[in-house]
């Protein structure tokens, strides 16, 4: 008999979302009967699985910061079982297909806000037409994290340290947004105003990332420094180089991540590279104006020194490997 589907709990007064509640009748209920309420890690919330866009817009408007979208929840859980955020109601927007997938036409790709890491990791289509977003995806936690978590929840969290947000600016990525009542597009430039803070209104939501295709003779790389294997990055580089015909350079991208309360635009820093082919010497010019640029905070990780040293060095080591991919056609 198929299960029918349950799309609401009213978790704020305790049971049944107690432990002991939602054991009730299981062969472990003895072990658990007798748990206090407070059992619960995150503060008490209620929970709307929403069925479609129109459901999940209409809930938003209705309860704006009161509630949170839960996409992959690989940032929003953790945070609520610190309870460092507490959201009311939590509208559940995995069940909205529409939300799903890469879309490539002519010009642009349109990538779903619930497209998932692995998703992206394993579609061969999108890491040749996106080959920076496809050398950065492994860099981003571990493959647990990788199988839930979303591009959308992730630009939507705007953690400063977070690889896609520095991705997308130098990508020169379009977010578009969408409340009940109202649909604008955002220069991803301009989404990213403070650290865990976007342009977001409270009753809007991130529905599509738009990704203009890259001209021919173009190559890129990404590179970051952590503490270990899947934690955010102390240091995090995205260089994308486009050459003319005659080996001159003709466009530069350069973005960083971990070095401020957003991801930091240092493309201006490699102006100098453009109009002319680029060598070993102009790459470290360009290194030495990004140290003096950024103006990282330091952390119980990496000094601020440390930082602007090692910003230093990926920069060269990035603009060195993204033009010669740009010149060879990869
Ligand atoms: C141990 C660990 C290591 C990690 N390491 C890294 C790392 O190295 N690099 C990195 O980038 N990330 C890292 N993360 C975070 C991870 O990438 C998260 O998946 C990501 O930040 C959030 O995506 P999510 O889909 O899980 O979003 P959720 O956690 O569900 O949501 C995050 C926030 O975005 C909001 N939101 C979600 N979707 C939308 C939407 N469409 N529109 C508007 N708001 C929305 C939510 O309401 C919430 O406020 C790590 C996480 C863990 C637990």
Redesign the pocket.
């Known amino acids: 008999m198929a299960r029918k589907r349950r799309d609401f709990f009213d978790l704020r007064d305790g049971p049944p979302h107690t432990l002991s509640a939602a054991f009730r009748g299981s062969r472990n209920a003895l072990s658990l009967v007798g748990l206090p309420s407070s059992a619960m890690k995150p503060a008490p919330f209620k929970y709307i699985a929403a069925n479609s866009l129109e459901q999940a817009l209409a809930l938003k408007a209705q309860y704006g910061d009161e509630a949170?979208?839960?996409?992959?929840?690989?940032?929003?859980?953790?945070a609520m079982n610190f309870r460092l955020a507490r959201p009311a109601i939590l509208i559940d927007?995995n069940g909205i297909e529409a939300l799903c997938g890469v879309r490539t036409s002519e010009a642009t790709t349109r990538v779903g806000?619930l497209t998932r890491y692995r998703t992206l990791q394993r579609d061969a289509a999108f890491a040749g037409l996106f080959p920076l977003i496809d050398e950065a995806l492994p860099?981003?936690?571990h493959p647990q994290?990788r199988n839930?978590?979303?591009i959308?929840?992730?630009l939507?969290?705007a953690?400063p340290a977070?690889?896609?947000p520095a991705i997308a600016v130098a990508l020169r990525a379009r977010f578009h947004v969408q409340s009940a009542t109202r649909a604008r597009s955002i220069e991803a430039a301009d989404f990213f105003v403070s650290a865990l803070t976007t342009d977001?209104e409270p009753d809007e939501?991130?529905t599509e990332i738009e990704l203009p295709l890259q001209s021919p003779r173009t190559g890129s790389c990404f590179m970051e420094v952590a503490r270990r294997r899947?934690?955010?990055a102390i240091v995090g580089v995205a260089a994308q180089m486009t050459l003319d015909d005659h080996d001159a350079c003709r466009d530069i991208r350069l973005t960083f991540c971990g070095v401020g309360e957003t991801p930091v635009d240092a493309s201006p820093a490699a102006s100098m590279l453009i109009g002319q082919p680029p060598t070993g010497n102009t790459f470290r010019d360009v290194a030495a104006s990004v140290q003096t640029m950024i103006e990282p905070a330091g952390s119980v990780h990496a000094t601020a020194d440390y930082q602007r040293h090692i910003a230093g060095v990926l920069t060269e080591r990035a603009l060195r490997t993204a033009h010669q991919r740009a010149h060879d056609g990869r």
């Not at 949170?68 to 953790?78: N, R």
């Open positions: 949170k979208f839960l996409a992959g929840g690989q940032s929003l859980i953790p927007i806000p860099h981003i936690a994290i839930r978590g979303t959308g929840g992730n939507s969290h953690d977070s690889e896609l977001l939501m991130l899947g934690d955010f």
